[in-house]
T-cell receptor, first 113, second 112 residues
């Protein structure tokens, strides 16, 4: 079974803190993705990576950065957390082509106070 | 502009009936269209993929159709059960190297 593991299910952080969300996959997938999901807005792509040390901006990258030093790990960084970054964050991985589905993690519910 | 649209209103059906969910898209030319199931507070789970040259795909009680002329996919669950209650998301690629664009999802509720 492919597994995508997100380090925390729930997280509460203060405004201005630097926040790290970690994601690890165990199936040697090339692609990894970070989405946020908000009611009424659906899943929105923040960043994705198709190889180690490679990254591309998604639709809403402002206020975020990412790191992929190893193939299995993709980290999302909130440089200075703000209340409008309160959301459900979902990590996903896939093979190099969309001929196969994504495997998602269970999500991290982040609250910024 | 580019859009993916799913029924925003929840779909309520009786157990045993067939549920049909719709996904329409505008100004995309997808090579694939995918369907996912999402339970509250969890990540989406991949269900089915259909290619642009396929009209229909089946998996157990699930059936997906893909009409590239109408720019529409239909997702059917036959003999529905209360355990099928969830939000169902459609997603398509846009020939942009592995990225999927997701619809907002339709919530399905199956009553016993």
């Amino acid at each position: 079974d492919v597994k995508v593991t997100q380090s925390s299910r729930y997280l509460v952080k203060r405004t201005g803190e630097k926040v790290f969300l970690e994601c690890v996959q165990d199936m040697d997938h090339e692609n990894m993705f970070w989405y946020r999901q908000d009611p009424g807005l659906g899943l929105r792509l923040i960043y994705f990576s198709y190889d180690v040390k490679m990254k591309e901006k998604g639709d809403i990258p402002e206020g975020y950065s990412v790191s992929r030093e190893k193939k299995e790990r993709f980290s999302l960084i909130l440089e200075s957390a703000s209340t409008n970054q309160t959301s459900m964050y979902l990590c996903a991985s896939s093979l190099a082509t969309t001929a196969y589905g994504y495997t998602f993690g269970s999500g991290t519910r982040l609250t910024v106070v | 502009s580019q859009k993916i649209e799913q029924n925003s209103e929840a779909l309520n059906i009786q157990e045993g009936k067939t549920a049909t969910l719709t996904c329409n898209y505008t100004n995309y030319s997808p090579a694939y269209l995918q369907w996912y199931r999402q339970d509250p507070g969890r990540g989406p789970v991949f269900l089915l993929l259909i290619r642009e040259n396929e009209k229909e795909k089946r998996k157990e009680r699930l059936k997906v159709t893909f009409d590239t002329t109408l720019k529409q996919s239909l997702f059917h669950i036959t003999a529905s059960q209360p355990a099928d209650s969830a939000t169902y998301l459609c997603a398509l690629d846009n020939n942009q190297g592995g990225k999927l664009i997701f619809g907002q999802g339709t919530e399905l509720s199956v009553k016993p």
